[in-house]
Each structure stands twice: as structure tokens, then as C-alpha cells.
């Protein structure tokens, strides 16, 4: 099994915030420095933190 990529890694930890925390926890920022990239990395994956939010939906569709 391959390691999770850069967007996968970044909508994990959305996730797992999320879950913990709730969506007012989920910032950009936060995501970004529990993956150890920027903020501007996290920006070229997800172009808002709406995409992200899509983007942990259809990880558990």
C-alpha cells in the first residue's frame, strides 16, 4: 500500500479535527501545520476551506 499523498494527508487531518473539534476548529492553517506544510501548500491542494470541507465529505461517502 502507497503512502497517502499531500491532499489526502491534508483532508485526513480536516477530518480528524473536524470529528474531535467540529468545523469552526477546521482552519486552513491548523490543517496545514498538523501535515507540516504550509498554508499556501494546503491553498494549491483545496482552493478554499469549502473545497477541503467537499473534500472530507466524499471521504466518507
Do not use: C, W
Amino acid at each position: 500500500m502507497s503512502a497517502p499523498n499531500t491532499a489526502e494527508r491534508i483532508a485526513g487531518a480536516a477530518q480528524a479535527i473536524l470529528v474531535s473539534e467540529g468545523a469552526a476548529a477546521v482552519t486552513m492553517r491548523r490543517v496545514a501545520d498538523m501535515v507540516g506544510v504550509s498554508p499556501m501548500a494546503a491553498y494549491k491542494h483545496y482552493p478554499s476551506r469549502q473545497a477541503l470541507f467537499e473534500a472530507v465529505a466524499d471521504r466518507t461517502s
